[in-house]
């Protein structure tokens, strides 16, 4: 899943707080008219416009067609301008952008200050449910103060995470001679008027099957020429049919998403490469405070150690996920700025029975002790079964615990979590961007979308802090500060594994690598073959 509302709202529920409390194969014709690219992917697109998507398949098209003001360059996670020259704070309230003269969109029309203004007061506007309006849930109004620049002006001062929604879902740029102002556009008509001004566009389109692209020659952004001029974008119902496309040459790149094992099987292929780099995605337990064992807080807070001491995370990535995630040492996984490893420095990064027999007795806690432990049968993927009953076994192999797993669909799963029927819980997370805030506020602020009744003032505290600190250095300070402090005294989740960012490309194909990072931006224009 990707976030939702919580993620905007939970910036000002940190100050609420702090001011209350302080089809298979290659054919002749690559649907762009002669020999190109050839990509394959199981995600699915829902929609062109942006107001109305929120989801990794249509973000993909999304990079290709669409400006944004800042971007994210390949292999970067700090945000540079794209469409505009410069951004930058004016004011602690007003978040200003220059942007480059003399952009256009593919059908002609300008690009200007008032392209902007639309596209954010559109995204606002229309706030459909399916769409990413909340992540700007920030900004309180949007101004063109002349034809190349634009104020934000936001609600809370010195929002450190605002230059790094610009190049969400929530900041593409549309053509104000397009879309309408009030409602959505279908695809077929986003398709017909070319309103796109990214490296790309789109140049035939068969809704998850097949989608065709040309280089812009007009894109004039961060990312510059695209390095190959056509590229098709093939859909896929299942991975093995993906698999086999790009084992046997049918298709030039496989990305998103293969099993592990069929990771771990193209890795001996002598066809093709299967490439790597970080991904953001985390994975981790969520405890119920309300429900969870124990009959104090201060016992519960002596499972939930113990727990952190006993996982082995590293035999969950190899054995389980053949290397496809990384340990998880902290609420922030690796690869994003900010990141730190609490959990490794408090409670090592091997199983220690001892020290989680200590934390267990010094609480009066009597072993075996029994746990409920949830876990999702579809939504995040098919070795869910393995890794929880690996997780079982390491837990019960100590001797202190007694194991009782249960599975749910998550239609099931979401709405059974929410009525607090689950005491202990897996959990996942895609981001929205890759600022460390987008792991930490949504779910440790007040009212967190964890609903697990944790809420602390210390926390809301720490995390006010982190996000509203304009000096950098401060900032990495005060993130390192309310990682350590929910990893030594509060654990309301205790993170296992972060997401490897994963493709595999023909053997003669170039660049792909360089694309695979945790803003989840996978760029058509730096691949090569």
């Not at 029309?109 to 459909?128: C, E, P, Q, W, Y």
Request: aromatic fraction near 10%.
């Amino acid at each position: 899943m990707r976030a939702r509302s919580v993620a905007a709202v939970g910036l000002a529920s940190l100050v609420v707080a702090a001011v209350a409390g302080c089809g298979s194969g290659r054919t002749n014709d690559d649907g762009g008219g002669g020999a190109g690219l050839v990509i394959g992917t199981t995600d699915k697109i829902f929609a062109l416009d942006p107001a109305a998507a929120y989801d990794n398949g249509s973000l993909m098209v999304e990079t290709q067609v669409y400006q944004f003001l800042m971007n994210f360059a390949p292999g970067e996670a700090v945000p540079k301008p794209d469409a505009a020259e410069k951004c930058e704070f004016s004011s602690p309230t007003v978040y200003t952008c220059k942007l480059k003269p003399g952009l256009k969109f593919a059908n002609g029309h300008a690009l200007t200050s008032k392209s902007v203004v639309f596209s954010f007061d559109r995204m606002l506007g229309i706030n459909d449910p399916n769409g990413p309006a909340s992540l700007i849930g920030n900004l309180q109004k949007t101004e063109a103060k002349d034809d190349l620049t634009v104020d934000f002006t936001l609600k809370v001062a010195n929002d450190q995470t605002f230059a790094a929604i610009l190049p969400t879902q929530a900041g593409a740029i549309v053509d104000e001679q397009v879309f309408p102002k009030d409602k959505l556009l279908e695809d077929a008509d986003v398709v017909k008027a070319k309103p796109f001004s990214g490296p790309y566009t789109i140049t035939s389109y068969d809704k998850n099957k097949l989608v065709a692209y040309q280089a812009n020659p007009d894109y004039n952004g961060l990312f510059g020429k695209p390095k190959t001029e056509k590229v098709s974008m093939k859909y896929y119902a299942a991975s093995e049919n993906l698999k086999l496309d790009v084992q046997r040459g049918d298709i030039d790149v496989a990305y998103n998403t293969l099993t592990p094992t069929d990771i771990d099987s193209l890795r001996g292929s002598d066809k093709v490469n299967v490439l790597s780099g970080p991904g953001g995605q985390l994975r981790y337990i969520v405890f119920n405070f309300n429900t969870m064992p124990g009959n104090t807080p201060a016992q519960k807070l002596g499972i939930r150690k113990a727990i952190a001491s006993i996982v082995d995370r590293d035999a969950l990535a190899a054995d389980v996920y053949k290397g496809t995630w990384a340990p998880a040492y902290s609420s922030v996984p690796e690869g994003v700025v900010g990141a730190t490893e609490p959990f490794k420095e408090i409670y090592g990064a091997k199983p220690n029975k001892d020290q989680a027999a200590k934390f267990l007795a010094d609480a009066g806690v009597t072993t075996p002790l029994a746990l409920n432990i949830q876990y999702n049968s579809d939504h995040y993927g098919p070795s869910s079964s393995e890794e929880y009953a690996a997780i079982k076994s390491q837990l019960e192999a100590s001797g202190l615990f007694k194991v009782n797993l249960q599975s749910t669909e998550w239609v099931s799963y979401q709405k059974e979590r929410a009525r607090d029927s689950y005491p202990i819980f897996q959990f996942g997370w895609f981001p929205d961007y890759p600022d460390a805030d987008d792991y930490l506020t949504p779910f440790f602020a007040p009212n967190n979308m964890l609903q697990s009744h944790f809420e602390d003032p210390r926390i809301t505290a720490e995390l006010l802090a982190e996000v509203t600190e304009p000096d950098n250095a401060k900032r990495l300070t005060a993130l390192a500060t309310v990682q350590r402090s929910l990893a030594s005294d509060f654990l309301p989740i205790i993170p296992l594994l972060s997401g490897k960012s994963i493709a595999v490309a023909a053997k003669n194909v170039h660049g792909v690598e360089n694309t695979l990072d945790p803003s989840f931006k996978f760029r058509f224009g730096v691949i090569s073959k």
